[in-house]
């Protein structure tokens, strides 16, 4: 039996890790700073606030003790420029192992029901996001593009994300980075960030358990052959476009009577929607002497009482379709589109503006600073799973910002022993009964 995923469990998957870290300072006591710098940043980036080690800080001179050091470990609370400094010289995937920890865990653990037996067992949405970009500010790590003379620097990532249909929460795995690669010329892209990943962590996951969800970008032919290779399967979004011969294939087989078509109706709970499937078996991926042979299905879907046009997408996989496990596979398919906007939200609302805190670094400092950043969304999430007080207290402060602007006054003026602690005082001054399990009544006037 996995032991309980509290914050302290999770913690402490953390500290095992930035304990560890490669420290290439010759000072004494350094293994020591180096963590604190760590969960430092990762604390700012927990409870959303540019300004809360400077308020533990405070709160040490006054008192002797701070919450920096309660909730998170700190020995010493370092300042800005010190985590900066520190942070730097790190490789990222250093901090790589807390988010299998975590995923073993929440999976052993027996959280992740929801997420389980969606076309085969685990459906990974990856979404390459851009999180930054400048004309001035850049490191060794970042991309570059010249464009009308003018050099802009970025930094991408793809972040692989395990989804669920209905499931809000995404459950975030080891992130890869787009970045310059040792020994290769050519630009590093997306999709070779993609592949890494998959060469690199596939075999966590048993043999066909694993089905990946992309965009157009993905459903390219040596990236699913690889897919393929690595015993796992995809449901890519397939445009015309980008597919000029699979969609010959389809026009051909459609005069020929061999593209079926199934149209179903939905209650969507509002209103009935018409589904009209469209799908055909083993056409080429593309124009080639070995074309890689996939399936096809699209769909289009109508509001059944005015007709407007709701959605319509076409995927291609190497997953066998047959007419009743259409809507299954659809469902799956579109996942992606909503862990899209969970990833941007990730990104680009969950404080990585928090960055400007800390600078961009020379090394590796912007990549270091979003592991963490993802690691703290992570824990959140798994929170939410794991932590029955947690996730009342949660759904009590319902707009995110109202959660963690609690969070930052209250550890800004009061001590807690520990993060429980914390959670345990807003649970009970929210009044939030003990003994009844349904979420908690509205209130009004509730910030
Ligand atoms: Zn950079």
Known sequence: ???????????????????????????PNRIYELADAA???????????????????????SRGQNNAQSLFGLEQVPSDPQIRNLLDPIPPEQLAPPFWRVFEQLRDGDYLKAYQGHLGLWLCALDGTQYFSSQQIHCAQCTTRVVNERTYYAHTLVAPLIVAP?????IALEPEFVRPQDGNEKQDCELRAAERWLQRNASRFPAGA????????????????????????FAFTCKPDSHPALYQEIDLLTKAGGVSEVS??????????????????????????KPLYVNWCEVTITNEATGELLYRNAWATDHALTESGLHDFVVAARTRWKSENENNNVLKNYGYHLEHNF???????????????????????????????????????VARQTFFHDVQALTR??????????INFMFTRLELDTD???PPRKRTKRR
């Open 264 to 289: 179903q109706r939905h209650w969507n709970g509002q209103r009935y929607e018409i589904w009209r499937y469209r799908y055909a078996l083993r056409v080429p991926l593309r124009a080639d002497t």
């Open 39 to 61: 969960l430092g940043a990762f604390a700012v980036f927990f409870v959303q606030s540019p300004s809360f080690l400077a308020h533990q800080r405070d709160m040490q001179r």
């Open 166 to 170: 209905g499931e809000h929460r995404v």
């Open 413 to 422: 003026y009061l001590y807690f022993d520990s993060w429980q602690a914390l």
């Open 359 to 397: 600078g961009h670094g020379q090394q590796y400092l912007a990549m270091v600073l979003i592991m963490l950043n993802l690691l703290a969304f992570l824990f959140h999430t798994t929170l939410d799973l794991c932590d029955e007080e947690y996730r009342r207290v949660r759904t009590e402060l």
């Open 1 to 27: 039996m996995a032991p309980t995923l509290n914050f302290d469990r999770l913690r402490s998957i953390l500290v095992a890790t930035v304990s560890h870290l490669p420290d290439r300072r010759t000072r």
């Open 436 to 438: 009844s399990p349904s």
């Open 210 to 233: 694993l089905t990946l969800l992309g965009d157009d970008l993905y459903c390219h032919q040596p990236f699913c052959e690889l897919v393929l290779a690595r015993h796992c399967h």
